[in-house]
């Protein structure tokens, strides 16, 4: 008997926290954010793999920087 595939551990790879994703599931907790296309394309080109949620409403949320202000997204140590 075959079951569902189970959501991956890994490490965030931003924070360096364990969390469970659940893409290969087809439901993980991230499918409920909106990112923008140019957000998933910068998290695309900085990280490999997935972030925790954390990082991801961290990063998803209202900044204060000005509109087209390049800085970098801020790290976590």
């Avoid at 890994?10 to 659940?22: E, S, Y």
């Avoid at 910068?42 to 209202?62: H, I, K, N, Q, V």
């Amino acid at each position: 008997m075959t079951g569902s595939p189970l959501p991956t551990t890994t490490a965030c790879p931003r924070c360096g926290g364990g969390f469970a994703c659940g893409a290969a599931t087809g439901r993980c907790d991230c499918f409920e954010l909106q990112l923008t296309e140019a957000l998933r394309a910068e998290l695309a080109a900085r990280f490999d793999g997935c972030l925790c949620m954390a990082c991801l409403r961290e990063l998803s949320g209202p900044t204060p920087s000005a509109p087209g202000d390049s800085r970098p997204l801020p790290a976590r140590a």
